[in-house]
T-cell receptor
Framework: SQQGEEDPQALSIQEGENATMNCSYKTSINNLQWYRQNSGRGLVHLILIRSNEREKHSGRLRVTLDTSKKSSSLLITASRAADTASYFC????????FGPGTRLSVLP | DAGVIQSPRHEVTEMGQEVTLRCKPISGHNSLFWYRQTMMRGLELLIYFNNNVPIDDSGMPEDRFSAKMPNASFSTLKIQPSEPRDSAVYFCASSLGTGNEQFFGPGTRLTVL
């Protein structure tokens, strides 16, 4: 099965609300990365968190990593319609694996 | 920098034909990745290169698929013969080091009839 798996599969929120997406993985990792994909386009890197880090911020993004639970979360605060996209976690361990993604819809 | 460049952007071909997808990574990046994305299977890593050498090709689905990287600025993914189930969007990505941030190209949308 896949290394990284996001949940929920789909999330719909109102503009201004916070969006939280989770990622679980199975084996040890060197780092975990989050990417965004707008419809019909390539993925764009958002943030990388290393295995010895617990939390990282970038603008309205906050990522946490719990290696004991083999899980990560991505929080987008004060969401905007432009945040509508699919979000993927990718784990770097022995290999490099993307999860199936969370489809986020931010309604104006 | 123009970013990762892929060509063609769209390809429609008939079953049995050979298909060649091309990628130019970002200058200075030493790792290159080929991915395939479908609704059913999501984003799958097919193969990646480090310093022009294939490191892991375990994701290549069949012998019909082959990839080369003759130099640091060019890679190809070839499907011969193509089949309808190969229809997907194929992405190329590059990075500085295999575990770091990857920069994706715009993808090639392949349709095999």
């Amino acid at each position: 099965s896949q290394q990284g798996e996001e949940d929920p599969q789909a999330l719909s929120i109102q503009e201004g609300e916070n969006a939280t997406m989770n990622c679980s993985y199975k084996t040890s990792i060197n780092n975990l990365q989050w990417y965004r994909q707008n419809s019909g386009r390539g993925l764009v890197h958002l943030i990388l968190i290393r295995s010895n880090e617990r939390e990282k911020h970038s603008g309205r993004l906050r990522v946490t990593l719990d290696t004991s639970k083999k899980s990560s979360s991505l929080l987008i605060t004060a969401s905007r319609a432009a945040d509508t996209a699919s979000y993927f976690c990718a784990t770097r361990g022995q290999n490099f694996v993307f999860g199936p993604g969370t489809r986020l819809s931010v309604l104006p | 920098d123009a970013g990762v460049i892929q060509s063609p952007r769209h390809e429609v071909t008939e079953m049995g034909q050979e298909v060649t997808l091309r990628c130019k990574p970002i200058s200075g990046h030493n790792s290159l990745f080929w991915y395939r994305q479908t609704m059913m299977r999501g984003l799958e890593l097919l193969i990646y290169f480090n310093n022009n050498v294939p490191i892991d090709d375990s994701g290549m689905p069949e012998d019909r698929f082959s990839a080369k990287m003759p130099n640091a600025s060019f890679s190809t993914l070839k499907i011969q013969p193509s089949e309808p189930r190969d229809s997907a969007v194929y992405f190329c990505a590059s990075s500085l080091g295999t575990g770091n941030e990857q920069f994706f190209g715009p993808g090639t949308r392949l349709t095999v009839l």
